[in-house]
């Protein structure tokens, strides 16, 4: 069987492992030490992981963030959660077909009253929110303790392989998320009075004002943790929608995806098509090329997306086509997916007849917003803690703002320590709110009309919070409009410019190149930035050359190719064109052709068999007749129908049924959410108790 790994990558590099048999189902198969086991099955070939006791359905992997329990599975005779443990050596791995059975108790455990940590600050997320949080506090040598349920920290700069907007001296504008964990955890490292656990889960918040978690080194063992301070930087989980076959195993988010493609470089999918134009589902379409997968399309529900222009614009020029005003309608498939129906929307959001396309996929990544992670947040609020929030999970915005704004809430921790840190910078609350500001809206702009020398052209049309190219100009001849960092960049003197191309290489939406007419004014030189497959440009090549929308210019020869040394991951690819088509060329078009859908489409399943809650199986339908029977109450709905009664306790369905409520014409000012436990997280009781919980099940 072929693994399905990823071998090369045009910006990450390909790590050495250990490897490791395991058995799976009684077969025996070859993974890496340390790989979550979810994804030493993606690469052995395997997405199913089990079946559901209720209705036999297919389960496989959803979240990859230890979120749900959909990727449940038993090892060495535990049930775990496969994308939160790391495979060892002999593990012997089983799906679940039915309920799992509870391991025999070979020992009286001994039971133990876990002691109390006392600490300053504690912080519960170590991504881009929590670390910027505790590198303020560390510096003013506040005791801080930040828990994260990861084997490393910067929660989801480590799945980002593109470079970020904002700026260079802010937010490492221009540099590529992983890189931004990196520098992030080695601040950390340089400050005495910072302690970060790892493979550490912060389970619940107590009315006592104990942050309970079940850190896991050797063995999984319980942590009471008493802080002063709590800063709640958990980030965000992704929306479901409600579709036919939304639970088939090949359906799930973009931040799964990009988990397993960017992270543990599996190769999850062939063919993917992607639900939502928002820079979430924009982002994973050019990561998935980067890793070698077709996108077959791109839909949105909306008449234009959501996200960054720019992003948009990188796929088009791949050859991704971009649906918007579509929505989808259904996946098919036996046990996994096979194919997606899609169909346009009306002005009233309901489907177009006839207008239904049907690809052959074997992925759908959802890619439809974002919620806040902030129940400990919400809960230490309720008891009374002195509690504070940072990034996603005070607000959804991108990862630039959340460093902002973990950065503000670690000084104003610091203020209510009593520490003299003098007042909060007001440009760090103006900043953070640029960072979070919407994009405007695309602009035409006039590009110089000048034929000789050489310099930039600019193919960015809207405004967004982004201005690396005016740091990295080594003779400062770039500057936004307003000389604000959301204004469109251009340049104050054409002939200032050397054409060193670092204002190209740097570029986080890939939307400038350099134009030279000094050799040959009729065939001027083309310098543009490329990050997907180098075996596609190489030199004397001819490569297709589209515009900014993805239209073919022509095809062109490869002249010259190279890097610079802060941009490695940047191939600069350097193309002679006519010279009337040398101010459009703005990419290369790389997938071979647009998959085409097919022209005949199995009618749809009725929308009420879709499921909302998975970990029950509850039908939109089955919530739709109990609200119509009068209910009202989010508690009395999960009694009728077991709704959010799963695992997972209610974090996918949720938002999901407040839809629901809505869509029925339910003033929600009438309905009665449900109450929170303490606990947000499923813990073995024993460990609760104080019984440590040893065997192979372990993260190092």
């Known amino acids: 069987m072929k693994l399905k790994r990823i071998t090369k990558h045009p910006v990450l590099e390909i790590p050495e492992y250990k490897e490791v048999t395991f058995t799976w189902n009684d077969k025996k198969l070859g993974g890496y030490e340390g790989e979550m086991i979810s994804s030493t099955l993606f690469a052995n070939g395997v997405q199913i992981f089990g079946h559901h006791p209720k209705d036999n359905s297919p389960q496989g992997l959803f979240c990859a963030n230890g979120q749900c ?35 025999e108790d ?21 991504g881009p929110a929590g670390l910027a949080a505790a590198v303020e506090l560390g510096k003013l040598g506040v005791e801080t ?43 950390i490292d340089k ?5 970060i656990w790892l493979n550490t889960t912060a389970v619940g918040v107590f009315s006592d004002k104990i942050v309970g978690a079940v850190k896991s080194v ?60 928002g820079n979430v589902g924009l982002i994973a379409g050019y990561h998935a090329i980067q890793a070698g997968i077709e996108v077959v399309a791109l839909i949105e529900a909306l008449p234009q997306v959501g996200g960054y222009k720019v992003h ?68 230490a609020r309720q008891w009374g803690m002195d509690v504070f929030c940072a990034g996603d999970a005070q607000e959804i915005a991108e990862a630039s703002a959340a460093m902002f704004t973990g950065k503000i809430e670690g000084l104003k921790i610091a203020q209510s320590l009593g520490l003299p840190v003098g007042e909060i910078p007001a440009e760090w609350d103006e900043k953070a709110t640029i ?64 054409g060193c191309g670092s204002c190209v290489a740097v570029c986080p939406g ?75 060329v703005m990419g290369i078009w790389v997938q071979d052709q647009q998959i085409e859908p097919s022209l005949i489409y199995e009618k749809e399943l009725p929308p009420d068999d879709a499921i909302v809650c998975r970990c029950e199986r509850i039908t939109a339908g089955e919530i739709k007749a109990a609200i119509r029977r009068g209910i009202r109450d989010i508690n009395q709905l999960k009694a009728v129908t077991r709704v959010g009664m799963g695992a997972c306790g209610s974090k996918t369905c949720r938002p999901m049924i407040w839809r629901i409520f809505q869509e029925e014409g339910i003033d929600l000012g009438t309905v009665t959410d449900r109450v929170d436990r303490p606990l947000f997280v499923e813990v073995p009781i024993g460990i609760l108790a104080g019984a440590h919980q040893g065997g192979r099940i372990e993260n190092k």
Request: charged share 25%; net charge neutral.
């Open 218 to 277: 050797k063995k999984k063992h319980y942590r009471q943790i008493k802080p002063k301070k709590l800063l709640v930087a958990t980030g965000a989980r992704e929306k479901m929608l409600s579709f036919p076959g939304n639970t088939l195993p090949g359906v799930y988010g973009a931040g799964a995806f990009q988990t397993l493609v960017n992270r543990d470089l599996i190769k999850s999918s062939e063919k993917v098509l992607i639900v939502g134009g």
């Open 106 to 126: 070979d020992v009286e455990p001994q039971i133990q009253t876990a002691d109390v940590k006392e600490v300053d600050v504690l912080i519960i997320g170590a």
């Open 69 to 103: 329990s959909q990727c449940l599975v038993i090892a060495d005779g535990q049930p775990v959660k496969s994308c939160m443990t790391p495979l060892a050596q002999g593990m012997v791995v089983e799906s679940v077909e039915g309920l799992p059975k509870l391991p």
């Open 145 to 187: 303790l930040v828990l994260d349920d990861k084997d490393r920290p910067g929660g989801k700069l480590v799945l980002q392989t593109h470079k970020f907007f904002g700026s260079v001296e802010d937010s490492h504008a221009g540099t590529r998320g992983f890189e931004i964990a990196n520098i992030l955890a080695d601040d």
């Open 510 to 584: 890939l939307s400038m190149i350099l134009v030279d007419y000094r050799d040959d004014p009729e065939h001027p030189l083309i310098t543009l930035p490329y990050e997907i497959w180098r075996e596609r440009v190489e030199v004397d090549q001819k490569v297709p050359l589209t515009d900014v929308d993805g239209a073919i210019l022509g095809y062109y020869p490869v002249e010259k190719l190279s890097t610079r040394r802060k941009f490695p991951g940047t191939l600069l690819v350097q193309v002679k064109v006519d010279k009337k088509v040398a101010k459009a």
């Open 435 to 498: 960072l979070k500001s919407k994009p405007g809206p695309a602009r035409t702009r006039e590009q110089p009309e000048r034929e000789k020398g050489v310099f930039p052209i600019f193919h960015c049309y809207q405004e967004v919070p982004c201005n690396p190219c005016t740091s990295v100009c080594p003779v400062g001849a770039i500057r936004t409009e307003r000389d604000e960092i959301t204004g469109l960049p251009y340049i104050i003197d054409l002939d200032a410019c050397t």
């Open 191 to 195: 400050l005495d009075s910072v302690d």
């Open 312 to 379: 948009a614009d990188k796929l088009k020029r791949l050859g991704v086509p971009i649906l918007t005003g579509h929505t989808v309608v259904a996946a098919t498939g036996r046990d996994k997916v096979e194919a997606v129906t899609v169909a346009r929307l009306n002005q009233d959001w309901k489907v177009v007849p006839d207008t239904h396309k049907t690809y052959a996929v074997d992925t759908v990544l959802i890619a439809v917003g974002l919620a806040e992670v902030n129940e400990f947040y919400l809960k």
